[in-house]
C-alpha cells in the first residue's frame, strides 16, 4: 500500500522535481457497507462522517490532502443520500480487472439522486514552476441519461476542475455538461486527467457529480500536484542536515560558516511546526512524528531548504 508523500522531491542538478501535494486515499480508515446522510434531502448541506461507514470527509493530519463532500437537491429534490448509497472511501474497485492505480483504496460517487461535491484542501503553489495536476477517474459502463445541463433526476454529469483561489478562476479537467456522457467514449477504463496550472497561486481540486442509479458510479484515484522547486545550489551546499533519514530524536545541523542558525520545519502541507535558534549542531526533534518534513535554514543573508525524513 503506497501513501502519496507531499513534497517528496527528486533534486537533480539545481532544480527539484517535486510533488507538491496529493492523495490516493489510503490514509482515510475504511468501512465497508452504504453511506447515509442523515441530513434533509431537500436543501442543500454538509455532509457528515457516520460512525462505521465510508468517509466521505477527512482532515488531512499531514500526510495526504484532505477533503469534503456536500450535498445539493434537484430543483425538485429526491432522497437524496439518505436511502443509504456507495460513496465515499473505498477499497471496491470498479471492477475486478481495473483496480485503483496508486494503493488500494480510492473514492467512489454513485447514485446521489442529486448534487455531489467534494472539495480538496487548498494547495499552495508559490515557488513552483510549471505546476500541474494529474487524477485518475473511472466511470462505470452504463446507461447515463441526459446531458447535464438540467438540475434533474436524469441529467447526469460529472465535472472535474481546479479552482484558481488566487485569479478567481477554474480551470477544467473533464467537464460532460452538455453532453449524454455515453457519447463521450469515456468509459468503462481508468483515464489520466490533466491540467496546467499557474505559478504563484493557491489552487483547489473540486469534484462534482450529478447521477440518479446506483450503476452510474465515478471512481477516483491517485491525485498529484507537481511542479519544479527551484534551489540555490551555493547555499544549499553551505548547510548539510544528517542523519538524514533521523530515526533517534535528533538531527545535526551544519554549517561552513560559524555563527547561529535560524531553523524552521514544516510538515507536508507547509503548516510550521517547529521553529529555533540553533547556537551548536545539534536539534532535538523527539517530538516530531515519523514522516516527511521541510527544514528550513537561515544563517545571515543565506537560508536554504532541506528535505528530512523522521523515522
Same mark, same amino acid.
Given at each position: ?11 537533480? $542538478? ?47 493530519? $499531514? ?32 471492477? $475486478? ?193 515519523? $514522516? ?20
Amino acid at each position: 500500500m503506497k501513501k502519496i508523500t507531499l513534497l517528496a522531491a527528486l533534486f537533480v $542538478g539545481a532544480v527539484s522535481f517535486a510533488q507538491v501535494a496529493g492523495t490516493s486515499f489510503e490514509e482515510p480508515a475504511l468501512f465497508a457497507g452504504q453511506y447515509t446522510d442523515t441530513g434533509d434531502p431537500n436543501t442543500a448541506h454538509d455532509l457528515i462522517n457516520n460512525t462505521d461507514e465510508p468517509l466521505v470527509d477527512y482532515t488531512s493530519t $499531514g500526510g495526504e490532502l484532505g477533503f469534503n463532500a456536500s450535498y445539493a437537491p434537484y430543483d425538485t429534490p429526491d432522497v437524496g443520500l439518505t436511502d443509504g448509497d456507495f460513496v465515499g472511501v473505498t477499497d471496491f474497485a470498479p471492477t $475486478g480487472s481495473d483496480p485503483y492505480t496508486d494503493g488500494d483504496q480510492g473514492y467512489q460517487i454513485s447514485d446521489v439522486d442529486g448534487n455531489y461535491t467534494l472539495t480538496f484542501d487548498a494547495v499552495d503553489l508559490t515557488g513552483v514552476s510549471t505546476p500541474a495536476i494529474s487524477l485518475d477517474y473511472f466511470i462505470s459502463e452504463t446507461g447515463y441519461e441526459g446531458d447535464g445541463t438540467l438540475n434533474e433526476s436524469g441529467s447526469d454529469r460529472l465535472r472535474i476542475y481546479v479552482r484558481d483561489l488566487t485569479n478567481s478562476t477554474e480551470i477544467d479537467i473533464l467537464n460532460t455538461e452538455g453532453n449524454d456522457i455515453n457519447d463521450l467514449s469515456i468509459e468503462g477504463s481508468w483515464i489520466t486527467g490533466t491540467a496546467a496550472l499557474t505559478s504563484n497561486t493557491n489552487v483547489q481540486l473540486v469534484i462534482e457529480a450529478r447521477t440518479n442509479a446506483s450503476a452510474e458510479a465515478f471512481f477516483f484515484d491517485n491525485i498529484i500536484f507537481s511542479g519544479t522547486l527551484g534551489t540555490n545550489t551555493q547555499a544549499d551546499s553551505q548547510f548539510a542536515v544528517y542523519p538524514n533519514p533521523a530515526s533517534k530524536g535528533y538531527v545535526n545541523i551544519t554549517s561552513k560558516v560559524a555563527g547561529a542558525k535560524n531553523v524552521s520545519i514544516f510538515d507536508v502541507l507547509g503548516k510550521q511546526v517547529f521553529k529555533t535558534t540553533l547556537i551548536g549542531d545539534r536539534l532535538d526533534i523527539s517530538k516530531l512524528n515519523s $514522516g516527511v518534513y521541510i527544514v528550513k535554514i537561515e544563517q545571515g543573508k543565506t537560508s536554504t531548504t532541506k528535505k528530512l525524513v523522521v523515522k
